[in-house]
Structures are given as structure tokens and as C-alpha cells.
């Protein structure tokens, strides 16, 4: 049974990047589409971006609109993890953040990570 | 983008009652649309995909319906694990949205 784990800094102060890394166990990491949800009590769930690696087909992104001027999301085969960089946060940042696995090419998601709260303060 | 819209924001029901949740969509994303459920310091649990079929697991309680820009996710008689945050989430086109959620709380 694939599960995944977010981990990173729990603390942000505004104007730098925040970090995520989310660490894939009990599967592979390729062939599959990984996202970062976001969740925050005054805007619910928020869907950050998601990438796709295969050997075959390489790696592509998507990313929302609203965030993608500051998102970055990549990925590590070698460690099996995939990470999240946003950019210049603000208060509006702080969230829990999730990583999460689409079910095959599917545009929902079977697997999270438990979350990790970030919150951006000076 | 578009926008869902979940309503009642909370519903106040008894164990052994019928619950029926509310999504409605900004326009028209035919069949898909998905329903997670998440407790309290949790994360989601996919329940529902493609408006009406149950994930892996979930019991026959729960059911979707719906297509276009309405849809209900119904659970049959209310278990006490069963009371939780709903939210719908559609994927007909990117960025893909949640709804702001309904609170399924015990009365």
C-alpha cells in the first residue's frame, strides 16, 4: 500500500520560499501523478499543481493559474520524493499542506499524505 | 475556474438519519465530480468518483448522483463515524476546485 509523508520547515516568514518534500514509500514514484493540495480555514481545499514522470515520457507540470508565477514542483526517483517551492508567501500562504497521488490519469486523488500546517509569520 | 458551491454549510443529524448533501457547479462538468470525506485532523478520504461510483472499501451508505451542475451525495442512515466534513471536487477542467464543504455534525 503506497503512503506518503510531507515534511519541511513548519514556519515561514513572509517574503521567502516555502519548501515541502513528500516522500513516496511501499511504490514507485514514476508513472504516476503526484499532487500538492493545499487547505486553509477560509478558503477549504485549493489544488497547487501536479507533475508526471515516466522514463518513457520524461517529466510535465501543471500548475493552478493563481499560484503558478510562484510554484515550482519537482521530483527526486532517486529518494522517491517529489517537492513544492512557493515563492514571495504571505500570510495568505498558511495552509495545511498535502501531498497526494491521482488515481492512474484520473483528475481525483486515492492517496494523501496526513498534511503538514505551514504558517507564514514574521 | 470554476466554482463549487456546497450547501447547507452544516447539517445537524441523528444517527440512523438520511443525510443529503448539496454541489452545484459554476457550469456544466458532466460526470466529474469527486466527494472526500475528512475527520477532524485527518486527511481527505476519497468516497465517491465520477458523480455516483464508490471507491475501494466504501460502504453502500453512501451514494452519489448527478450530472451537468447539480449533484448529491446521499448517505443512507447515518453511522457515528460518519459525522465529518464532506466536500466535492470537480475535474472537468483544470484548475480542478473543491467546494467550501458541508459539516455533517451530530444533533
Known amino acids: 500500500q503506497v503512503q506518503l509523508q510531507e515534511s519541511g520547515p513548519g514556519l515561514v516568514k513572509p517574503s521567502e520560499t516555502l519548501s515541502l518534500t513528500c516522500t513516496v514509500s511501499?511504490?514507485?514514484?514514476?508513472?504516476?501523478?503526484w499532487s500538492w493540495i493545499r487547505q486553509s480555514p477560509g478558503k477549504g481545499l485549493e489544488w497547487i499543481g501536479y507533475m508526471y514522470y515516466s522514463e518513457s515520457t520524461n517529466y510535465n507540470t501543471n500548475y493552478n493559474p493563481s499560484l503558478k508565477s510562484r510554484v515550482t514542483i519537482l521530483i527526486d526517483t532517486s529518494k522517491n520524493q517529489f517537492s513544492l517551492s512557493l515563492s514571495s508567501v504571505t500570510a495568505a500562504d498558511t495552509a495545511v499542506y498535502y501531498c497526494?497521488?491521482?488515481?492512474?490519469?484520473?483528475?481525483?486523488?486515492?492517496?494523501w499524505g496526513q498534511g503538514t500546517l505551514v504558517t507564514v509569520s514574521s | 475556474e470554476i466554482v463549487l458551491t456546497q450547501s447547507p454549510a452544516t447539517l445537524s443529524l441523528s444517527p440512523g438519519e438520511r443525510a443529503t448533501l448539496s454541489c452545484r457547479a459554476s457550469q456544466s462538468i458532466s460526470s466529474y465530480l469527486a466527494w472526500y470525506q475528512q475527520k477532524p485532523g485527518q486527511s481527505p478520504r476519497l468516497l465517491i468518483y465520477d458523480a455516483s461510483s464508490r471507491a475501494t472499501g466504501i460502504p453502500a451508505r453512501f451514494s452519489g448522483s448527478g450530472s451537468g451542475t447539480d449533484f448529491t451525495l446521499t448517505i443512507s442512515s447515518l453511522e457515528p463515524e460518519d459525522f465529518a466534513l464532506y466536500s466535492c471536487q470537480q475535474y472537468s477542467n483544470w484548475p480542478w476546485t473543491f467546494g467550501q464543504g458541508t459539516k455533517v455534525e451530530i444533533k
Open positions: 511501499g511504490g514507485s514514484i514514476s508513472s504516476y501523478y
Open positions: 497526494a497521488r491521482r488515481y492512474g490519469s484520473r483528475g481525483y486523488l486515492d492517496h
